[in-house]
């Protein structure tokens, strides 16, 4: 499944490098005088292939899941339950994401992806749930590699099916309490940093609890002990959720189909990170839209 993912991706093709930079510096401007604007006109040209660009039918996609490590209260100072209660934010266009969506015109679509939760079959969202949140990572892998390997199978399908409505910009967002958890073990293990250059407070951990959570997430990465050279689906079973593996297929489609990959902060970069060591061609079809507080954030978009 995942091969057949990566395999889609092909890579930017630059026959009209020269042509978008000339039509560009035509403008009645200096050239360069627009700075950030001009390499993002200029990588959304290539990937499209058009000396004519267009955006259409922007979609942030949120993938919600729960964890189970979250259940234990080692590393968050929320219960598990919040995830459910921003998912139902997210529905009722309360959050965030909402106001800043509907001042982009941006559609916004909510993906239920392992939220431990039974959401009514009416909701306007998606219905793609693995399973009732992962494992506890503490005592086993947060999921199997075969349900790891249908997440993100999942992801891509919910991907291609928005592709297929129209659009060509596709942004990923998540929600998942415990998350930033999964992303750090993710990050120090495909960056080979320390946990403590990866670990942040996420929503609020912070003083004691804080170094609760950086000393639990220390003992589970000892626990597993992935070695050097890990597969990339072997560490994303083992760390991650079931909102992280399906955004990573949901980018890699996005990729495939030479569509906008709009990265949201530290839980996307590290599915994105997971998506880039299965397809490195991912990256030219990528923007980061903002670096975080985050304590890992800095690095991972460094890497």
Known sequence: MIESLQQAIAPVNNALDKEIWAKLNDKTKPPGSLGRLEDLAFQIAR??????????????????????????????????????????????????INAMSRVAAMQITVVDAGVNHTFD???????????????????????SLET??????????????MVEKGSNVIGFGEMGIGNTSS?????????????????GKGTGAIGGLFEQKLRTLQEVQQFHNLPA?????RILATFGGFEIAEMVGGML??????????????????????AKALQPLVQDYAIFTHQSEERGHVKALSY
Not at 71 to 76: K, M, Q, R, T
Not at 183 to 199: F, K, N, R
Not at 229 to 233: E, K, S, Y
């Open 121 to 143: 079959p009416g909701l306007p969202l998606v219905h793609a749930k693995m399973g009732q949140g992962t494992k506890d990572y503490r005592h086993e892998p947060a999921m």
């Open 229 to 233: 050279g890990t597969a990339p689906d």
């Open 183 to 199: 992303a750090s073990l993710i990050m120090s293990s495909l960056c080979d940093l320390p946990l403590s250059e990866c670990v």
């Open 253 to 274: 489609a996005a990729a495939s189909k030479r569509c906008l990959i709009l990265v949201d902060g530290f839980i996307s970069s590290a599915a994105f990170m997971i």
């Open 47 to 96: 990937v499209q292939q058009s000396l004519t660009p267009s955006l259409k039918k922007p979609v942030v996609v949120v993938f919600a899941g729960d964890h189970g490590i979250a259940a234990s209260g080692l590393i968050n100072p929320f219960p598990q339950e919040v995830t459910y209660q921003m998912v139902m934010n997210f529905v009722n266009a309360g959050a965030a």
């Open 148 to 161: 790891c390997q249908q997440a993100v199978q999942k992801g891509a399908d919910i991907v291609s099916d």
